[in-house]
């Protein structure tokens, strides 16, 4: 019986260098490589998220939509502001339609670029009946 013993130790050892190399390894083989995923452009940024509000069919999609739209670090198109306020009043939810305008007021970098995309959806906001923060809150 001793001698059994001895021997499965003698054997536990003789494997444990085995499974020591190979741990060593598995850092190395667990790199992550960078992806090669092509950057978006501009244009295919407005229509992913014109078509996606097209389609968003209730009010956690729209504001689901606004928080990843709001997430990346450029100002979205008018076009996508357009879309991004027909569905949020497709869906009625006035106060989310007049909270697109002040995530654009937060994003641009000047009074004058948040006045520009206020006057070109001028006839939008007329359209839907929408008054702005702004015009709610002279104070």
Do not use: I, W
């Amino acid at each position: 019986m001793h001698t059994s013993r001895l021997a499965a130790t003698a054997f536990r050892a003789a494997a444990r260098p085995a499974l020591a190399a190979r741990a060593t390894l598995a850092p190395v083989l667990a790199v992550r490589h960078a992806s090669g995923h092509a950057q978006e452009t501009f244009e295919q940024f407005t229509d992913r998220y014109v078509k996606f509000f097209q389609g968003a069919e209730d009010l956690f999609e729209v504001q689901r939509g606004l928080n990843n739209c709001f997430a990346h670090d450029l100002v979205p198109a008018p076009e996508v502001v357009a879309a991004a306020v027909r569905a949020a009043r497709r869906v009625n939810d006035y106060a989310t339609a007049v909270r697109v305008f002040e995530g654009v007021k937060e994003k641009v970098e000047n009074k004058q670029q948040y006045q520009a995309y206020v006057d070109e959806l001028k006839p939008l906001r007329e359209e839907l009946g929408l008054t702005l923060k702004e015009e709610l809150y002279t104070s």
